[in-house]
């Protein structure tokens, strides 16, 4: 992985948990919480495990 990416994902994961620490103080728990159990839920379903093609064509 490049440094580049690997440094980018980084601030990503800081800059995610800025917003969410800024959108419970703004907002409070309840308002917020099921955004971020929604969002869980949606990268839950997208790193599902895709079956490969293994077939001949």
Do not use: C, N, Q, Y
């Not at 980018?8 to 800025?18: D, E, K, R, Y």
């Not at 929604?38 to 839950?44: E, F, K, S």
């Amino acid at each position: 992985m490049p440094v580049t990416t690997f440094v980018s994902m980084i601030l990503a994961v800081i800059a995610a948990s800025g917003m969410t620490v800024w959108a419970m103080a703004e907002f409070g728990v309840l308002k917020v919480l099921p955004a971020l159990i929604a969002v869980g839920l949606l990268v839950r379903w997208g790193l599902t495990h895709v079956p490969g093609d293994d077939e001949p064509a």
